[in-house]
């Protein structure tokens, strides 16, 4: 990212989370309302575990807004952990002075779970690296920061970028696609957005959500977990964000990158992504139509997602996350033991979700949104919403007719000339 930046900081169960956002223009309309809206989103979801009935997340703007419009300035976010109050001295900033030493020896002497060091690693999270990368003799040090809770500052990231993409006509939502092996059926896809949205699992097809539910209760009473499929559609685009001509320029390498830094998110795929390694190219490529009377340039299929040699191509963008199951599990993983380096039954176990596809959609949107706001950034320029908005309208008026031809290049006598001959390699 170059134009917007952000960066969180915060543990699961320290005071709070906080998020600067930087390189966002003045005159932006925004408010810890807009911002509540997808915090919200991002914590509801059937499946999720006793963490979502604590936390009512709340970001308190704090600095690079004034009168409800932003200054151009860094936007400093801060979210508090309503849960931390349960963990004051486990999680206490300042160094323990000896009567906090004994106060926390004497909780674990009672069998107090929170203030127990954790050595026995569990399989699936980043506790066993993590502690032998900072060398760190216990693993809450690693997963206070390696939980998903800093998700919650990268939504309300999200939710800055998305107004200023709602600004420049750009929508971007998600849905859960898959739970568990059971799949949405396009056809019978009959939520509105905001039904899917208001539903348990924010899914589409409401058949197919019984029957993901169905799976998800099946995992819980086994003590188990499952994964799945979202989906990120982003409408509105502009042909031309992005670029081909260096790999760190291609928006589809930036959003693959965003979307898999999500913990828990194991592959991405854009469009008809992997599917398309098993058609041949005549079922994939999106046949192009034409440019129509509004100027805009129809393709007659969207497989690519949007996205053709790393620049959206004024179709949707259509982002896919694989979800893999929770890691822990309420019957947990036989793992070791960090000190010992000896084997132990059970890994530890601390209070989890059972399925987060629809919260993982919420924060891949965000992930999305931001990816995209500093996409738009780096083809508008400008300083204040204003500046950005009438460089944007020129250049989609600029693109919906014919482009200027060099006065040094032949007229094509039938049509355009032919474009290569031996592959492009
Ligand atoms: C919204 C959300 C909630 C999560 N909740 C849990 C949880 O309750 N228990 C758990 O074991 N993992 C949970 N995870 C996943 C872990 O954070 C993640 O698997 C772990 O940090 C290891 O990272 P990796 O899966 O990317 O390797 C959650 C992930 C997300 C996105």
Redesign the pocket.
Known sequence: MGRLRFLTAGESHGQGLGVIVEGLPAGLELTADDIAVDLAR?QRGYGR?A?QTIERDRAEIVSGVRHGRTLGSPILLTIPNRDHEHWTRVMQVEPLGPSETAELAALVASGDKRATPVTRV?P???DLAGALKYGFDDVRDVLER???RE?TARVAAGAIARALLRACGIEVWSFTAEVGGVGIDPAHASRSREEADASPLRCPDPEAEARMIARIDEARSAGDTVGGVFEVVAHGLPVGLGSYVHWDRRLDGALAAAVMS?????GVELGLGFEQTRRFGSAVHDVIEGRDAGGRWIHRSNNAGGLTGGVTNGEPLVVRGAV?P???LARPLPSADLLTGQPVEQAHY????IS?VP??GV?AEAMVALVLADAVLDKTGGDSLPEVLDNLARYRARIASAPDRRPDRPVPAGGEPEVGSGGDD
């Not at 999500?262 to 194991?266: L, R, T």
């Not at 601390?350 to 979700?353: A, C, I, L, N, W």
């Open positions: 991002r575990g963490r569990r699936g999270h980043a390696a939980s998903a998700t999500i913990n828990i998110v194991k893999k929770i890691s822990t601390e209070r989890s979700d987060v919260a993982a924060i």
